[in-house]
């Protein structure tokens, strides 16, 4: 499942967030190729105070390790909380409060 590494700061009123996802992003036909597993990500959402600030649909095209960068109008002290589903159907949530 994918670990999370996550960066958001508030400069301006606009909060700019880094977020990295450990993950193989491996489809079918590369687990295949590798005899692995498949295992990627389908789904991330971000929200901040149950409103979705960033939200993408995925499969195993992306590279390994995805690093999301993205900016949206946001105040310090709030929480970031991303969300992500893999092909499996797995759910994983990580917190970062913005500073």
Do not use: C, H, R, W
Request: net charge positive.
């Amino acid at each position: 499942m994918a670990k999370m590494k996550i960066k958001a700061k508030e400069k301006g009123g606009v909060v700019k967030v880094k977020a990295m996802f450990t993950s193989l992003m491996a489809d079918k036909e590369e687990a295949v190729k590798k005899g692995i597993k498949a295992s990627y990500i389908k789904y991330i959402v971000g929200k901040v105070n149950d409103v979705v600030v960033y939200e993408v649909s995925m499969s195993g095209f992306m590279s390994e390790n995805p690093l999301l960068k993205f900016k949206f109008k946001g105040k310090k002290g709030d929480k970031i909380v991303f969300t992500t589903i893999d092909n499996e159907g797995k759910e994983q949530t990580g917190k970062k409060k913005i500073k």
